[in-house]
Each structure stands twice: as C-alpha cells, then as structure tokens.
C-alpha cells in the first residue's frame, strides 16, 4: 500500500469518525427532546384535578345549605376561584409543549369537549352571581348547586376522554424512545469499529514513516560525512578573524592585503572591497582622501622600517584622538608581514579610574586614608632632609550623627559631600584635604607656619565648615571640633603623628566641641583615665554596681508625699559614688545611655507597682534616647511588665530635646500624650526659647530650675522669675514643680506663690527604695543628715 492511498484512507476514516459524531449528537437530542416532551405534558392529569375541583366546590355549596353549617362564604368563594383559574388553564396553550400534545388541542379535537366547557364557564358564572352578595342564603346555595349537577357527568366523560387521549400519547412516545435506543447503539458500535479502523491505519503509516526517516537520516549523514571537514576549518577561520578583540592584517611578499577582519577594515576607514589586495601605500592614500587622518596611517609610519629590515616587534602608539594602540609586528616566511592591532583605551582610562577610586573616596572624591598615609609618609621623609615644617589636622563633624537619624542617610551623604567641598576650597592648593572615613577629615599642611599660625587656620576652617547648610528646604547647622600634631624628633613616623592629632581631636571634643587643640604631651595621659573610665561604666551595669535611689514629690499644700523620682546611682569598688554628672554624658556620648535608660524606667516601674496606687514615679529621658526610634516601644512594654497604668509614669525631658526636636521626636511625645502618660518639662527657664518650648509640646509640668529657688529669699529677681513661671503655669493649665528646695524659708515662699509640688534636700536626700517612708516628711536635723551617697550628686541633681 502506497503511503498517498494510506493518506486517503486515513481521511475517509475521519470522515466517517466526525459524520457518525455528528450525527450521534442528533440523536442524544432527539431523545432528549422526547423525554422532554413526555415529562412536560399530562392532559389526563389536569383535566382529573379540573373535575376534583369540581367536586369540592359542589361539597361545599351542599355542606353550606344543611343545617349547623360551619362553611363560610370565603371558602366557597375560594373554590369557586379555583374553578375559574383551572377552566383558564383549559383555555391556555402552554408555550412549551408542542400544538398537538396540548391541553388546548385535546379539547379543541371534539366539539362535546368543547360545548362541556361552554356550559362550565356558563354554570360558574351563574354561581359566581348568587354569591355575590353575601352572606348567602340557602336557597342560593341550593340554586348554585343545581346548576352545576348537571356538569358532572359531562366532566366525568372529559375526563375518561383525557386519559384515554394521555395513554395513546404515551405509547407513540415509548415507541419513539425505543427506536432512538437502537439508533443510538448502532451508532455506538459504528464509532467503535471507526476508531479501530483509524488506530490500525496510524500504525501503518508510523511504520511507514519511519522507514523513510530512516532512509533520510542515511542520506544526511553521508552529506554530512563529506562537508563537516570543510565547515570546521571555515568556521574556526571565521571565528579567528571576526571575533578576535584586535584588528589583523597579512600582507603576502608582493606587499599586498590578503587577510584582514572588520576590525582592520574600520582602523583604516575604507570599506571592504576597497581593501583586498591593496598596498601599504595604496590603502593610506585612499583613506586620506576619505577624510582625516586615519589610524591606521598614523600607526603605519612606524611600521615601514620594521617592513624594510623584516622583523618584528611590539610597541604602543598613541593617536591624535587620545586613543592608545598595542601593535604586534611579525615578519612571515615568505616576505610578507603579519599584524595585529589591540585598542586599549579603555582598558588605560579603567586603570586610571581603578587607580584613583583606590586613593579616593567614593562618597566626596576627595583623598582616602591611603593616599592620605602615602602623602604624609613622603612628606615625614622629605622633613627630615630639609627641616621643613609638617602638620596634620584631624576634623571631626559634631552633630552628624543627629543629622543622620533625623533627616535620614541621604541627606547625611549630602552633608558629607558639601563639607568635601568646603574643606577643598578652605585648605587651598597648598594642602591637601582627605576624608579619613565616617565623618572624620584631614588636612596635610606641608607649608606650616609656628603653633599660632596653625590655629589660625583651624579657626577659619570651624568658621567656614560651621556655617549652616540647606537641603530641601532645611537648614542645617554642624559644628567642627579639630586636633593638631606636628612632625617632632620625639614623633618621627607618620602613624605617630596621626595618633597625636587624634589625641588633640578628642581633647577638642572634651573641652566642648567646636574647638581646636593643639597636641600636648599630658593628653596621653588624659586619654588613658578617660578609656580606662568608658571600660568600668561599659561593665557596670553587668557587674551590679548600679543602683536606683528615689527623691520623694511632695504635694505642697498638705506636705504629704505623692509620688518618687527615680535617679541612677554608681557605685565603683574602687572610684566609690561616682556622680552622675560624670558618667551620664560619657555614656551618651559612648552609646551607652539607651541601655542604662531602658533598665533605669524597668526598675522604677517594677519598684512604683508596689506603691500605693495614687503614687507616681518621675524617669528622666536623655536627649540621646530620642534619636533611635525604639524609645515608646521601650517604655511601653516596661510599663506592660510592671502592670501599672500609664498615666502614674511622669516623664521628665529638658529644654535640649526640644532644641534638637524633629518629627520623630515630637511623634514620640505625642505618641507617649495618646498613651496617658505625663510629660515634665525639667530645668524650666535656662534654655534658650522655654517659652516658645511650652507652645511646641503640650507638657503637663513645669519644674522650676533650683538656680531660681536657691535665690528665691534672697534676691528679687529669683522671685519674680518664679512668681512669673507659676502663674504662667496656672494660665496653660500646668502643674508646677520647684526643684531644689532646702529651707523652710523657700518652701514657705513657694507655698504662698501657689506651686503645685515641691521637692528637695529639705524633705529627703534620694535613698534607695528599701528606706523609703511614704509619709508626711519633716526638715531633717542638719546635724544628723547623712551625706550623700553619690560625690558632687548633690549639684548635679539638686531637687530630684
């Protein structure tokens, strides 16, 4: 069999396969269609629930007219209702059930059918008359009733009729259904014999088909067999020539072009077909006619010796247009010459890029520490031959920190990048300014003058640097904080003068930033007590040498105490009381506040949850806690832990938290307001802008610093200040608080001035929360008065 007749009968066969589909599906609706033709229709059936009705209304009438009747006119006139919808119903012709299978046609097929619905219609309206005004008497009923008994043999005969008309239906139905069965499964069998025909057929022709694969496959790898030598050596020729990076060229003995690749081509600017077997000389006068110069000209006047002596060698030309070439030249065999042409340009600019990003940094493109140390090195040597003066400046940024916290990291590098190029224009050609890493920079100044004239340039550095800066819209202020070293016999390495211009820098920062200082031989020492010192309060807190004291707050007119402060205390085994005007700002500025702070609010909320309930507790906030955003988690779930209500807490913050305040700041605030918690503002009155703090922030308490109350007998001033800070209490609704109270003399003052609360070494010094007494509290006898525990604690927390 012939692979085309096996095409025609597969075909024929498909055909076959979707004619008999087809049709099969007429036939599953033909049935269908039966089935639902006797499902729908029952003539039989209604004209029996016609004559039902019938009977009821006639059994109702008849139960009205005997005597003690309990039938109402509304249930006969129900029935009769139904009468009049079911001889509607015999007068209707369903749109679903075909013509001749309807109630309608039935009736229609015989006139007495017909004339028994007349007289139907004709009797239930003369019912429908004698009831229409009720109540009914018997006469009417017995009236009603004999002009239906008439209708019942004629309905009794309709219906016998209906059901004999039903059961004929029935049995032209059954024999439709039953023929539409043997079409279907002969049909069925047909399809089953024509799937078999068509698997049989595509096994033939799969077979068929393979052969002749097979036959191909013979055919295309004997051409194979012949060719693939041939493609191999074109395509590894091709390859060498095009997709080499350089440009190449073989000249034969004649001195004329017979290999080149694209490269070639473009190095010369002539098109292709212009190239192949052409001379040296050729080539360079067709390019000059095509424009300027071309590479490959300016190149070739190096090459023509070379061509003469017939040898090779490799150089680098560089062109008229800043490109740079690495020329390898090779004499061949037979007089000719071979050539390969690499640009290396770009590789040249990366060097000089990786070259200077590894000296620079990336953020300002000023000097990085190493070409910093290189510079310094060179310039260490070249002082010990000529004596020449060499001084480094170490620039620290004070505030970047609170820049980058607040404003965020974007605006911390632009910041960055403005100080680079300020601190470029200000130290001059003569010196060179770095950036060392974070924000710290560097200015070697080979050219320095004595000590003066080096401060003197340090101070127009802090002015110029410290000048404020803007973005989007904001301003900016910073401050600069600097350290000096000179290269000296007893500092003769570079490293050495480095470490002595950070000992300067960091002494700078200690004195109060924003400050220059010059290296002196007594700072090592310093630095020594001050690392030794962060060492024991970076352990402190591990160790169990912290502790928490409490100052009571006594309500001012009963002198009763209503509620604690709670202040930190350390206690160094071998320091003693260390005063917490000394560790405290070395532990903001060391990171070390948050720490302290978080466990500071634990153990005074742990401590007030044992307190009467009416009691509260006072914690003060550092300005540093601010900054990392977690301060309100913190202090809510230390609240959650002791399980006392937000509102005993009083937070206590000075007037620098508002002076450095930024949006997340006041969130805070407010978030802490929403809470229930109070806010206190400490220290009242020796900021810059108290008033317009209080307008900022709605704060619950005003504490009145003890520097007023200390002068509050004895000088006018004092009292007007405090007179005028209570009533601007009482005026915004606030709490007041003075600070700092230690003669009855102040408290009896305080008392008539109308001060909310009062707090002071008059009532109690701070004690730890086991001698606590919650009790009215008299002035302690001076005589009797424990010392402080803490050295100098007294200045530092006076009225707290």
């Known amino acids: 069999m012939s692979l085309k007749t096996l095409k025609w009968l597969l075909a024929a066969t498909v055909c076959c396969f979707a004619a008999a589909t087809f049709y099969l599906s007429y036939v599953i609706v033909e049935r269908q269609n039966a089935l639902h033709g006797v499902s729908r229709y029952n003539a039989a059936w209604n004209v029996s629930q016609g004559v039902s009705e019938f009977m009821r209304l006639e059994h109702r009438l008849a139960a009205y007219a005997l005597p003690g009747r309990n039938v109402s006119h509304d249930e006969i006139q129900l029935r009769l209702d139904i009468m009049f919808s079911r001889l509607g119903l015999f007068e209707s012709e369903s749109e679903t059930v075909p013509h001749e299978r309807s109630l309608r046609h039935f009736i229609e ?86 799937g078999i025909a068509l698997i049989v057929l595509l096994l033939h022709h799969n077979r068929l088909l393979t052969r002749a694969q097979q036959h191909l496959r013979n055919l295309a790898d004997r051409l194979q067999a012949t060719t693939r030598s041939l493609q191999a050596q074109n395509q590894r020729f091709d390859a060498a020539l095009e997709n080499m990076s350089q440009a190449l060229c073989t000249f034969d003995g004649k001195g004329r072009l017979a290999v080149f690749n694209e490269r070639f081509a473009a190095l010369t600017g002539l098109p292709e077909h212009e190239l192949a077997g052409a001379t040296v000389e050729e080539i360079i006068e067709r390019s000059s006619a095509e424009g300027p110069v071309s590479a490959f000209r300016q190149i070739s006047t190096r090459q023509r010796s070379l061509v003469k002596q017939k040898r090779g060698a490799l150089f680098t030309q560089e062109l008229q247009d800043s490109r ?22 770009e590789r040249r600019r990366a060097e000089a890029r990786i070259a200077h990003m590894a000296h620079h940094d990336p953020l300002t493109d000023l000097p990085n520490r190493t070409l910093f140390q290189e510079r310094l090195e060179f310039a260490v040597a070249r002082s010990r031959d000529d004596g020449r003066r060499t001084t480094v400046f170490l620039l620290d940024l004070d505030g970047f920190k609170d820049v980058n916290d ?192 978080e466990w500071v609010m634990r153990e005074a909320l742990k401590e007030a949850a044992r307190w009467p309930a009416h009691f509260t507790i006072s914690v003060n906030l550092s300005a540093v806690q601010f900054r990392s955003g977690a301060l309100a988690r913190m202090v809510i779930s230390a609240l959650a832990a002791a399980g006392i209500a937000p509102e005993r ?82 005026s915004l609704g606030m709490e007041t608080t003075a600070e700092g109270v230690e003669t009855e003399a102040q408290y009896a003052c305080l008392q008539a001035l109308g001060c909310t609360h009062v707090q002071g070494y008059l009532f109690a010094r701070p004690k730890p929360a086991g001698e606590l007494g919650h009790e009215a509290l008299r002035p302690e006898p001076e005589e009797v008065a424990p010392a402080d525990p803490a050295t100098g604690a007294r200045q530092a927390d006076r009225g707290r």
Request: glycine fraction near 8%; aromatic fraction near 6%.
């Open 109 to 194: 097929s015989d006139r007495s059918h017909l004339a028994t619905i007349d007289n139907l219609r004709q009797a239930l309206r003369t019912v429908e008359s004698l009831l229409a005004n009720p109540p009914i008497s018997i006469p009417d009923a017995l009236a009603a009733l004999a002009a239906l008994e008439p209708l019942d043999a004629q309905l009794t005969s309709l219906a016998a009729a209906a059901a004999t008309h039903g059961a004929s239906l029935a049995r032209e139905d059954q024999t439709a259904l039953q023929r539409l069965h043997t079409l279907f499964t002969a049909l069925a069998i047909g399809l089953i014999l024509c």
């Open 324 to 345: 740079a070439f690495s020329v390898s030249h090779e004499a061949l065999p037979d007089g000719g010459w071979l050539a390969t042409y690499e640009d290396i340009s």
């Open 406 to 597: 607040t404003l965020g990291h974007h605006a911390g590098d632009e910041l960055l990048r403005a100080v680079a190029r300020r601190l470029r224009s200000a130290a001059g050609a003569g010196r060179m300014a770095a950036r060392l890493g974070g924000d710290e920079f560097a200015v070697l100044d080979e050219s320095a003058g004595d000590a003066e004239a080096s401060l003197e340039l340090a101070r127009r550095l802090i002015a110029f640097l410290s000048c404020p800066y803007a973005f989007d819209g904001k301003q900016v202020d910073i401050g600069v904080s600097i350290g000096i070293a000179e290269h000296a016999e007893d500092a003769p390495h570079p490293e050495d003068i480095l470490k002595r211009a950070d000992l300067a820098l960091y002494q700078a920062k200690a004195d109060g930033k924003g400050r220059a200082r010059l290296f002196e031989p007594e700072m090592d020492a310093h630095l020594l007590v001050r690392k030794a010192f962060e060492a024991d309060l970076r352990g402190a807190l591990q160790r169990g040498e912290m502790s928490v004291h409490y100052q009571p707050l006594l309500d001012t007119a009963t002198r009763s105490v209503c509620g604690y402060e709670a202040l930190m205390r350390w206690h160094h085994p071998d320091r003693g009381w260390v005063s917490p005007a000394a560790f405290i700002p070395v532990a903001e500025d060391i990171g070390l506040i948050d720490l302290l702070g």
């Open 649 to 730: 807490l009083h937070l206590e913050i000075t007037e620098s938290v508002l002076l450095a305040a930024s949006e997340q700041t006041l969130a805070t605030l407010h978030q802490f307001k929403d809470l229930g918690v109070r806010i206190a503002m400490d220290d009242f009155g020796t900021g810059y802008s108290s008033l317009s703090n209080l307008r900022s922030f709605p704060f619950d308490t005003i504490k009145i610093d003890q520097s007023f109350v200390r002068d509050l007998t004895s000088g006018p001033e004092a009292l007007s200040v405090v007179q005028l800070i209570i009533s601007l209490g009482t």
